[in-house]
């Protein structure tokens, strides 16, 4: 193939040049705002703040208030409002699964494959396919401890026998010996 690597750069380029970096955030920013448990939280640290509780505090100014409550209150509200959008961003329901069905998007434009390269799916929806593909498996799962001894009895996984399987994976430890 004569297709260039495409790098996580490539990618994030794409999307900042599209607008789809801009619609995220704005998406990010109106979900914190509608964030009711931030919100409360925030309200609280305010109330209980050390600025307004001081003895004199109605004497001082707003400018001089406000200086004072960003200055105690800043790192802990950010800090919270960080996590926040953390949780949106790994959200695998909500906008985390659509930033990466996004990137993913961008990444197949820009090298040319099919979306989806991943595709979404549970173990069992897995286990699933793979049963209508070769109806003759076994829908058991198998132990750690019954693979392991397939392994001691020369057998694989699927029950061949290790001799056949070196044969036909050319990564196995004979495949360099003649």
Excluded: H, Y
Aim: one cysteine or more.
């Amino acid at each position: 193939m004569g297709s260039s690597i495409i790098s996580p750069q490539d990618v994030l380029e794409s999307l900042m040049n599209d607008g789809t970096i801009d619609g995220l955030r704005l998406k990010i920013i109106n979900q914190l705002k509608a964030n009711e448990e931030l919100k409360k939280t925030t309200m609280t640290m305010v109330e209980q703040s050390k600025v307004l509780n001081t003895p004199g505090a109605e004497k001082q100014t707003k400018r001089e208030l406000f200086d004072a409550l960003r200055q105690e209150l800043e790192a802990p509200v950010l800090e919270k409002a960080s996590k926040s959008v953390w949780e949106l961003i790994l959200d695998n329901d909500g906008l985390g699964k659509e930033i990466s069905e996004m990137v993913e998007k961008v990444f197949c434009r820009l090298s040319g494959q099919e979306p989806p390269l991943f595709p979404a799916s549970t173990s069992e929806a897995q286990q699933g396919k793979e049963q209508n593909e070769n109806p003759s498996s076994s829908a058991k799962k198998r132990s750690f401890a019954e693979m392991n001894e397939g392994v001691e009895n020369g057998t694989t996984a699927t029950g061949n026998s290790s001799a056949a399987n070196e044969e036909s994976n050319p990564t196995s430890s004979s495949a360099g010996k003649p």
